[in-house]
C-alpha cells in the first residue's frame, strides 16, 4: 500500500505522535512539582491509542508504507501488550520513591516515545525500518536507565547499557549487510524469495549473517551470551523502569524473532508448515533450541547467589526469557500460541513482583532479603500478594505461570522424541527457579520478629496490587479469554506469490 | 593507479582505526579517527557513492569529530590523566579476533555475492532523495522521532538539578 493510503490504517501511531508532542508542551508549563501531571497526558493518549488499536478491522492484513510496515493482528496483539503494560508502569511509577524530588514530565514522555518504537518493532518488515524502531527503543531505554542522575548505580547501568547496546547494534548491523549483499533487498520477503534461489556455497554467509542478527534481537530479550548487560542495568535502573524493560521491550523483542525467522526462513505463516524448513541446511532450530538452554540454565543457577530482590528478579527474568525461546524450536504454530500467551501471563506476574519491590523500599524497606525478613506479619496484604506472584512465577498451579508453562511444554512435547530433552531441562530448571523463589516466601514469613503494628497499604496501592494479583490468579484457572485473544491474533502477514 | 589509490585509502582508513585503539592518548586517538573518517569517505567514492562520500566528510569528519574533540577539550585534567585504558587479555584477545577475521575471509571469498552491472557512474543524490520520499519515507519521518528522544535525554542528562 503506498504512503497516502496507509495513513487511514496508521490511527495508533499517529495518536501516539500527538500524545508525545502534547506531552511534551504540557510539560513546559508545569513547575518541577508538577511535573508529574505529564503523566495524566500519555495516558488519555495511551488509551486512545488503544481504543484505535480494538476498532481497526482485524480482518485486513496487508502491508503499509511501501512495505515497510505489516498490519496484521499479530502486531495488534504486541500493540495491545504493550500498552497495558506501559499503563501499568505508569501506575506505577507513580508510586515509586526512588523517583521523588525528580522532575518527571520527561520520564513520561520518553516512555511514550519508546511505546512508538516497540509499536514500529512489532509490525516491521524491513531491515531497515527494524534498525530504527530497535534504535528508538535503545536509546530510550539508555536514558530512562539513567534517570537517577544523583545515583551511581543509575549512571553506571546507563554507561553498560549504551556500550552493551552500540556493540550488539553494530553486530546486528554488519548482519544485515551480508544479508542485504546476498538479497538485495532490505525487505523481508524479497530477502525470504532470494534465499530460496540461492546456490549451495552461500549458506555459509547466510548461517553467519543469521547469527549476527541474532546477536542483536538476543539482546533485546536479554538471552545468554547477550545478557552480561542485564543484572547491573535491572539492578541500577529506577525500579519501575527496571519492570518495564523486564515486560515491555523483552515481549516485543520476542515479535521480532518470530516475524524475523518465520518470514526470512520459512512459509512467514506462524510457522504452518514446518516441512518447508528442510529447504536449509542452517540448523538455526538447534542453535536456538541450544540458546534457550543456556539461558535458562545460567539464569537460574545465577539467581539461586543473589542477596538482593531485585538482582534475582533481573536473573529470573533471563529464565523466563530462556523459557520462552524453547518454544521458537519447535517450529509451530503451536509454539508461537505457547509464546504469546506466556508474555501475557509473565506481564501480570513480573510487574507485580517488582511491584511489591517498590511498594518496600517506598516504605522505608530495602531490596534484600534481609529487609524482607518478617513482612508477611508486617504487611500481611503485600506479603500474601507477594506468595501469588512468587508461585505463579514458578509455575505451580493454580497460577497463570503454570498455564504459560504448560502451554511452552506442550509445544515442545508435541514435537516428538527429539526434543523431549528440551523439555527435561526445562522441567529442572523450574525445579531449581523453586528455590529461590521461595526463599522469598520463607523470609516473608518465617524468619523476623512477628511485628505488633500491621501496616495497610494505601488504597491505591491496594488497587495496583489486585489489579495485577487477581489476572495473575484468574487467568490461571480461567484462561479462556486469552487464549481466544491469543489464537485469533495468530495471523501474520503472508505475501501472496 | 586507481589500484594505488585504493590501497592507499585503506592503508590510511585501518592505519587510523589501528592508531585510534592502541594509543594511550586521548587526543591522538580523537586526531587519528579523522583519518579513518575520511578514508571511509574515499571507500565511498570508489563505490561511486558521491553523496555518501559528501556526507560522511560533513557529518563525521565536520561535525562528530569535532564534538569528540571539544568533549575532550572541556574535559577536566584531560592531560594528565591516562583516560584511554589499555587492553586486559591481549593474548586470548588475539586468539579471538583472528579466529574472527579468518572466518569473515573465508565467507567473503567464498559467497557468490549479488553482482550488480557496471554502469556509468551517475549522481546518485537524485536516487536517494526518490527514496527516502517514496519508498523509505516512514524510516526517514521516524528518525526524527528518534533524534527528539536523543535531544532530550541529552538536555535532561545535563541538566544541573534533577
Redesign the interface.
Known sequence: MNNLQSLSYYWPEIILTVTILVAIIADLFYSDKDSGKTALWVLGGLILAQIAIYIQDSEIVTTLFMGNLAFDPFASFFKTLIVLATILVIFISQKSSELDGHRTGEYYSLMAIMVFGMFLMASAIDLIMLYLAIEIVSIVSFILAGYLKGDLRSNEAALKYVIYGAFSTGIMLFGMSIIFGLAGSTKFFAIQEAMWNLEGSAQFAFTLAAIFILAGFGYKISAVPFHFWTPDVYEGAPTPITAYLSVAPKAVGFAVIIRFFNTVFGDSGAFIDPSIYTFTTIAWPQLLAVLSVITMTLGNLVALQQNSIKRMLAYSSIAHAGYMLMAIPTLSSQGVYAIMLYLVMYLFMNLGAFFVVIYVKSQGGGESFDDFKGLGWKMPIVGIVMTVFMLSLTGIPPTAGFIGKFYIFASVIKVGPQMYWLAVVGAINSVISLYYYFRVVKVMFLEGEPSETIIVPSPTVLMILFALAIPTVFFGIYWAPIADWVSRSLTLFIKVI | MADLAFWMIVLLTIGGAAVVVLNKNLVYSAIALLFTFFGMAGLYVFLWADFLAGVQVMIYVGGILVLIIFGVMLTNRITSVNISHSSVQRGIGAVVVLGILS??V???Y?????Q?EAVEPVQTVGKIGYLLM??????FE??S??L???L??A???SRKS?
Open positions: 572466518i569473515l573465508i565467507m567473503i567464498n559467497t557468490p555475492w549479488l550488480v517514496m519508498d523509505y519515507l516512514l524510516p521516524v528518525a522521532l528518534l527528539l528522544a536523543a532530550m535525554g538536555a535532561m542528562l534533577n
